[in-house]
C-alpha cells in the first residue's frame, strides 16, 4: 500500500468522526468505516467508565457484531486489558484464532480494538495514530454531553415532581433559579412579584452560619451536603425544612449551587408522635406481658402502672375496684393500687378513697359503665362533690377508662397530671384502652386460674383419697401366715389404676391368689377395679369350687360382662393353692402366664395353656383343659404380675418386653427371697434404663410351707402398738420351744419390741395399713430379720462408754427413735439396707 492510498484512508475515516453528540449513533458510524477501510471482520471499541478514569475499568461501548463480547477470544481478551491497568500509547498486536486483534490507544477515552485475518499495513497503523486521537477526543465528548444532559434532564424532573423548594444560584450566592413551588412559598400574599437575590434571603439571621458551613464544605469539594435547618416564609413564619445541596461545576470549577429543600413540619411533628406512641405502646405491651406472665394479678400490677406512668410523663396511674349490687351497678369504690412521681403526693393511703360511695364520684361512673372513657380538664368540670374530691388530689387533667371482666364493670384505671392542663390525645386514650382490657384480661386469668387451682386441689385430694382408697383395698405388701407368704408391690401411671391382686385366705391350707389388669387407666379403671375385687371375693368366699379356676372365671365372666363391663375387659391369672398337696392350679385368661422361681435358682413359665380375657364373650365357658396343676416345694417362689411391668421403656425408645423381663426373674433367681422379690424387680427395671412407666406396674408373689417345717419362722406384724405385744409373745414362745436360753429369748424380746416400735412410731407414721415383717431363724446364733415400708434412715454409730450411750440415748427420744443404743448392747451384729421401698434390717444375737 502506497502514501496515497493511506492518505485516502485517513481522510475518510477523520470524515467520519465527530458528525454527532450523540455517543452511539457517532461510535456506530466511526467503527464501521475503520472496519470497512481496513478490511476487519470485528471491532469493538472500549471506553474508560467515566465515574473512575481508571484504565483497568473498561467497558464495550459499542462492537460489530453486537455478541462479539459472547466470543470467547474477544473476553479473554478485555479480561486482560481491564486487568492490566495500562495507559497504552503504541498499537498493541495480539494473536488469534485464524488471525490478529489490534488495540489502537483512543486518547484518554479507551480502546479501539480490531479484529482482522490478514496482517494490516504497519505504516498504516502508525498514520492513524492523529485519526485515533481525534476519535478519542470525540468520544469524550459525546460523554461529557450525555453526562450535561443527563444532569440537566434530571435536575428538570425533579423541579417539576417534588413538592420542595428547588433553588440554583451562582458562587456569589445569587438566585439564579428557583420553581413554581418556592415562589409560592415565598412570595408576597398581596403580590404576584417574587424577586429574591441571595440565597440567605430564605433564612432567617441564625441559620445563616449553619448555611455557610454546608456551602464551604461543597467550596472544598464535598459532592453534596444536607441538614435539617429551618427557613423562613414571605409572612415570617418559621418552618423546618430538609436542606439538600450539591454544586455546579463548569470546567472543574465550582460556578454555582444547587439546592432542594423538602418541608418536614408535618414529619417532625409526626415523628414526635411517633415516638411518643412507640413509647407508648412499648411500655404497654412491656406491661402486659408482665400481668400476663405473674402468677398473681396483685403482685404484677405495680410493676404495669409505673411503666405506663413513666412512658405517659403522667403524675399518677391507678386502679380502683368497685363493689357491685345484685344488678350489677357500683355501690362503692376503692383504690387497690397507685404508681405516682416522687414529687407528687401519693393517694394510695388516702382513707377518702377507701369505700367511696359511688354516687360521689357519679360524674364519671356514668359513662364508664357504659364502656365510655372519661377525660377533662378539672377546671371544665361543674361545681359537683366529684371535683372537689379531684381537686382535693390536685389532680389538673384526668383521664379514666373502665374495666370489664366478664361483662361486669369491675372498676377502672386512672390517668392524672397535676401540673399542667394536659389535653389527651385520642390516639393515647385508644392505646390506654389496650392496657385497660390487658387488666381485664389479666383479673379474669387470675380468677380464672384460682377457680382451676381450687378445682384441681380438690381432684387432687379426691384422688389421693382414692389412692388411699385402693391402698387400703389391695392386700398390704407383706402377708406372712404360718404357711404362706405373700408379698407384693404396686405402683400405677396415675394416682389410681385398673390392676388388682389379693391373697384370699379360704382355710388354713387352701388360699385363692390373683393378679388381674382392667383395660384403661385412671379413675375409670380404678373404679372397675374396686368393684371386681369385691365380686371376685363374694365369689370364692360362697363357692365350693375355688379349686377349679374354669369354674370360677366362667362365672366371674358372665357376672361382669352381664353387669358391669360395656366397653371394658378384664385379664386374669388366677391360682389355686393347696398347702395339704403342695399345689397350685394356674388359669391365665389373656394375662401374662406365671412364673416359677425354683429352689435351684431356674426359672419357669407357665405359658402351656390358657384363654381368652373376661368381658369380650359373655357366655363363654371356660374348660379344665386350659388350667395348669403343679406341685411346688417349699422352696419355690411363684410370680404374678400384669403387663405393665415389662410394657415400660427407655430413654431410647426401647421397650423391655416380656423375653428381657424373663432375664430379669433369672437375674434375681440366684438369691431370691419372697418379700423382696417384687421390690427386687422393680429397682432392677429401673437400673436397666427402663425407667419410663406407660402402665400400671403390678407384682405379686407367693411361697408356701410344708406343714412339718419349722426354720424359718416368719411373721407380719400389724401397724398396731397393741398387737406388737401379742407377736412378740407369740415369737417368745416360739424361741423357749426351741430350747434358746432365757437371756437370748429376753433379749430378743427387747430388740423386737424396741425396734419394731421405733419404726411404727417413726418409720411408718400414719401408714398403719403396712405391716413389719418378722424373719427367726435359729443356729450358731440367732438371726432377726425385718422388713418394713417406712422411711429410709442409717443406723446410728455405736457408743462404747456409759457417758456416750446415755447421751445417745436423750437424743434419740428428742428425735426420730429411741433404744437404739439398747438394742446395739445386746446384739452382737447388726445390718441394714434399702430395697425400693422396702427397709431391711438384721440383728443376730449370740449365746450367753
Known amino acids: 500500500m502506497n502514501s496515497v492510498q493511506r492518505d485516502t484512508i485517513c481522510c475518510r475515516l477523520l470524515m467520519s468522526i465527530g458528525d454527532s453528540l450523540e455517543l452511539n449513533p457517532m461510535l456506530g458510524r466511526s467503527l464501521t468505516a475503520y472496519m470497512r477501510e481496513l478490511s476487519c471482520t470485528m471491532g469493538a471499541v472500549l471506553l474508560k467508565h467515566s465515574e473512575t478514569g481508571e484504565a483497568g475499568t473498561l467497558f464495550c461501548a459499542r462492537s460489530i457484531p453486537r455478541q462479539l463480547e459472547r466470543h470467547r477470544p474477544f473476553r479473554d481478551l478485555l479480561d486482560e486489558l481491564s486487568s492490566a491497568h495500562l495507559e497504552y500509547e503504541d498499537v498493541i498486536i495480539r494473536e488469534a484464532p485464524q488471525g490478529r486483534y489490534y488495540i489502537l490507544p483512543l486518547a ?22 492523529p485519526v485515533n486521537q481525534k476519535f478519542g477526543t470525540a468520544c469524550l465528548f459525546c460523554q461529557q454531553n450525555a453526562l450535561q444532559q443527563e444532569n ?18 451562582a458562587s456569589d450566592y445569587r438566585i439564579t433559579f428557583f420553581n413554581r413551588r418556592t415562589q409560592e412559598i415565598f412570595k408576597q400574599i398581596d403580590s404576584h412579584k417574587f424577586e429574591p437575590r441571595s440565597l440567605f434571603d430564605f433564612f432567617p439571621d441564625h441559620e445563616h452560619r449553619k448555611l455557610k458551613r454546608l456551602l464551604d464544605c461543597l467550596e472544598l469539594g464535598e459532592p453534596t451536603a444536607s441538614r435539617d435547618i429551618e427557613m423562613r416564609n414571605s409572612r415570617g413564619e418559621l418552618f423546618k425544612v430538609n436542606l439538600h445541596l450539591s454544586p455546579i461545576y463548569v470546567s472543574d470549577e465550582v460556578a454555582g449551587f444547587r439546592g432542594i429543600a423538602i418541608d418536614i413540619s408535618e414529619r417532625v411533628k409526626l415523628e414526635k408522635n411517633l415516638i411518643a406512641r412507640d413509647k407508648l405502646l412499648h411500655a404497654i405491651t412491656v406491661s402486659t406481658q408482665h400481668l400476663l406472665k405473674s402468677k398473681r394479678f396483685t403482685e404484677s400490677v405495680p410493676t404495669a402502672l409505673k411503666l405506663l406512668g413513666e412512658a405517659m410523663d403522667v403524675d399518677r396511674v391507678y386502679y380502683f375496684s368497685n363493689t357491685l349490687d345484685a344488678e350489677g351497678t357500683p355501690v362503692t369504690v376503692s383504690q387497690r393500687g397507685e404508681w405516682s412521681k416522687e414529687n407528687v403526693e401519693p393517694q394510695i393511703d388516702n382513707p377518702d378513697l377507701q369505700d367511696v360511695p359511688a354516687e360521689l364520684v357519679d360524674l364519671f361512673l356514668t359513662p364508664l359503665q357504659k364502656k365510655k372513657p372519661f377525660r377533662t380538664l378539672i377546671r371544665d368540670l361543674e361545681e359537683s362533690v366529684t371535683k372537689e374530691l379531684l381537686e382535693a388530689q390536685q389532680i389538673v387533667s384526668i383521664l379514666v377508662l373502665p374495666i370489664f371482666v366478664k361483662e361486669k364493670f369491675w372498676g377502672f384505671v386512672g390517668f392524672d397530671d397535676c401540673q399542667s392542663e394536659r389535653t389527651w390525645s385520642d390516639l393515647e386514650q385508644d392505646l390506654l384502652q389496650l392496657f385497660s382490657t390487658s387488666i381485664s384480661e389479666a383479673i379474669e386469668r387470675d380468677t380464672a386460674e384460682a377457680e382451676i387451682r381450687r378445682l384441681y386441689k380438690n381432684l387432687m385430694d379426691d384422688l389421693d383419697t382414692a389412692q388411699s382408697v385402693q391402698s387400703f383395698i389391695l392386700p398390704p405388701w407383706c402377708v406372712a401366715d404360718p404357711r404362706l407368704l405373700f408379698s407384693s408391690q404396686y405402683v400405677p401411671c396415675e394416682k389410681v389404676g385398673g390392676d388388682l391382686y389379693d391373697c384370699l385366705k379360704l382355710s388354713d391350707t387352701r388360699y385363692v391368689i390373683y393378679a388381674a389388669d382392667i383395660s384403661g387407666h385412671g379413675i375409670q379403671a380404678a373404679l372397675g377395679m374396686t368393684a371386681v375385687k369385691s365380686i371376685i371375693s363374694m365369689i370364692t368366699a360362697n363357692s365350693d369350687e375355688c379349686a377349679h379356676p374354669d369354674r370360677v372365671l366362667t ?120 418379700t423382696t422379690l417384687p421390690f427386687q424387680c422393680y429397682l432392677n427395671i429401673q437400673k436397666r434404663g427402663y425407667d419410663l412407666i406407660e402402665d400400671d406396674f403390678s407384682f405379686a408373689a407367693f411361697q408356701m410351707a410344708p406343714e412339718d417345717r419349722t426354720y424359718p419362722i416368719f411373721r407380719s406384724v400389724a401397724a398396731d402398738l397393741y398387737r406388737l405385744d401379742a407377736a412378740v409373745s407369740e415369737a417368745e414362745s416360739f424361741l423357749m420351744q426351741q430350747d434358746v436360753s432365757d437371756a437370748v429369748v429376753l433379749k430378743a424380746k427387747v430388740v423386737m419390741q424396741e425396734f419394731i416400735s421405733n419404726v411404727f412410731l417413726h418409720g411408718l407414721a400414719a401408714n398403719f395399713h403396712s405391716p413389719v415383717y418378722l424373719e427367726i431363724q435359729i443356729g450358731d446364733e440367732l438371726s432377726m430379720m425385718f422388713r418394713d415400708q417406712g422411711k429410709p434412715w442409717d443406723l446410728p454409730e455405736a457408743e462404747q462408754s456409759p457417758d456416750q450411750f446415755f447421751d445417745a440415748l436423750n ?32 440383728f443376730t444375737i449370740s449365746p450367753e
Not at 434530571?154 to 428547588?166: N, S, T, V
Open 555 to 674: 362365672r366371674l365372666n358372665r357376672f361382669l360382662s352381664q353387669h358391669l363391663f360395656e366397653e371394658n375387659y378384664m385379664t386374669i391369672c388366677y391360682c389355686f393353692a393347696d398347702l395339704d398337696a403342695m399345689t397350685v392350679s394356674f388359669l391365665h385368661a389373656g394375662h401374662p402366664p406365671a412364673a416359677v422361681i425354683s429352689g435351684d435358682g431356674t426359672v419357669s413359665i407357665l405359658d402351656a395353656a390358657g384363654d381368652i380375657p373376661l368381658g369380650w364373650i359373655d357366655s363363654h365357658q371356660y374348660k379344665p383343659s386350659s388350667v395348669i396343676r403343679r406341685e411346688i416345694s417349699e422352696d419355690d417362689i411363684i410370680c404374678l404380675y400384669t403387663d405393665g411391668v415389662y410394657d415400660c421403656t427407655n430413654a431410647a425408645g426401647s421397650r423391655l418386653g416380656l423375653v428381657k423381663f424373663h432375664q430379669v426373674l433369672s437375674d434375681l433367681s440366684r438369691d431370691p427371697h419372697c
Open 152 to 169: 440537566s434532564q434530571r435536575f428538570m424532573e425533579m423541579a417539576d415532581m417534588l413538592p420542595g423548594i428547588i433553588l440554583e444560584c
Open 108 to 129: 484518554d477515552a479507551g480502546l479501539l480494538v480490531l479484529y482482522a485475518r490478514e496482517q494490516l499495513d504497519s505504516d498504516l497503523l502508525r498514520q492513524l495514530g
Open 811 to 842: 437424743e434419740q427420744l428428742m428425735h426420730s427413735g429411741r433404744g437404739m443404743q439398747m438394742i446395739y448392747a445386746m446384739t452382737s451384729s447388726r445390718s441394714r439396707r434399702r430395697i425400693h421401698l422396702i427397709n431391711e434390717t438384721q
